[in-house]
């Protein structure tokens, strides 16, 4: 509603969001859009019960390849990447010495050494900077592929049925996290079975110029089982109900990987990583804080992102990610607590506008869909 | 989008005189296009005296929550008992079966509020 004075950076596919009436919003820069006209609670659902499109060009490439690749990425992140198959993507992070993050990304491995490392839009210029700094010494190239990719991400239970008759590559057989390369409505993909919102689904990487003959070849083959193209807006609420991090909320250069609730991805016998001595020393030590799950007690008590965690007047803890839950129908969020008080069952009090209101710390996921 | 009949405000409140001393208060089609889908509308007890610019209540979408102000001093004499099973008749209806208290009003109208010109063209300014 501001004027900006700088220029949004633009995906590939911006006016075909504009030709939807999408609502655009700045997003870490990006001119990306929030919701389209159906609304968030509509795309929301499509995605829970059918299935919904995403553009998700602004996120990062960056590709590291040569006889140095798997040193330098297991050098840059903590979980195994000699344990991947090719073929195979995991989630994994950038992490400072400190073991707080620099970001949290997925690694695709392409090859015995190439690596495609796909980041958030957002932290992408520092997170290339970061591996080009680290790279000195390892025989390998790294490649900013960003600018020259597109991304759009289907996800929803009919994604295998919408996007099969567009491609001869077999998807049922592609596992979950697993990915290939193939064509799509005749246009060269890396099709990867992974998303961001719990349900099963496919991100397609292609070139940034095929990027909206992608889309519109999607589009044109969901519409008539239920697709919606959905925004950011049910992005957020798909992946808060999931537990998933978003960087700036639940995760950020304040908060270790451990007290995330992210030891899953964290090695610490893989041998040397940056972090890796923080996080031993911090496994060591009892966790003074941990993220929880919570339900607000009334309807009326709606928390957001950042709202202090109090008690008796005093902080003691913050909400990184709430809002009012579409598929559980109750308020919900995930927040920083006191270990003590990390119980299920257990209470906390959220302050909302000056109104210190009941909460409830509830198991996560929110959200599992049946298998 | 601005009925005629209406006050508005700055922050997108409207105010429609019945000319009995009453009127409705709600929001305005551009305030419940910029929130998105409203899940929750908080309103005052009927009975409670409000000043012009206080706050009367919130309303909150899935991404966000949004202050209501009172448009004029008033009192509140109802609801809208509707929005607390169907808050997205603040959505589909803004103007009709989305308002939000009943309130006589105290002394003359606010010497701030708009008329549907004057908030289309503020409306039409913000949104550029």
Redesign the interface.
Known sequence: MSNTAVELMKTPLNAAHRALIAKMVDFGGWDMPVQYPAGILAEHEAVRTRAGLFDVSHMGEIRVKGPGALALVEHLTPNAVSKLAIGQVHYTAFLYENGTFVDDLLVYREGEQEFLLVVNAGNSDKDFAWVQQHAKGYDCTVVNESPATGQIALQGPLSVSILQPLTKTPLEPIGYYFFTHGEVAGIKCLISRTGYTGEDGFELYCAAGDTERLWNAVMAAGTPQGLLPAGLGCRNTLRLECKMALYGHEIDDTIHALEAGLAWIVKLDKGDFIGRAALLAAKAAPAPRKLVGFKTLEKRDIARDHMPVVQDGKQIGFVTSAAPSPTCGINLGLAYVPTELAKTGGRIQIEIRGRAVAAEIIPTPFYKRAK | MFPADLKYTKDHEWLKPAGDGTALVGITHYAQD?L??V??V?LPEVGEAIGHGEEFG?V??????SELNMPSDAEILEVNGLLADHPEAV?EDPYGKGWMVKVRLKGALAADLLDAKAYEALVSA??H
């Open positions: 910029a998105g889908d899940v929750f908080d919130t909150e979408s899935v991404k966000t929550v959505n913000e949104s």
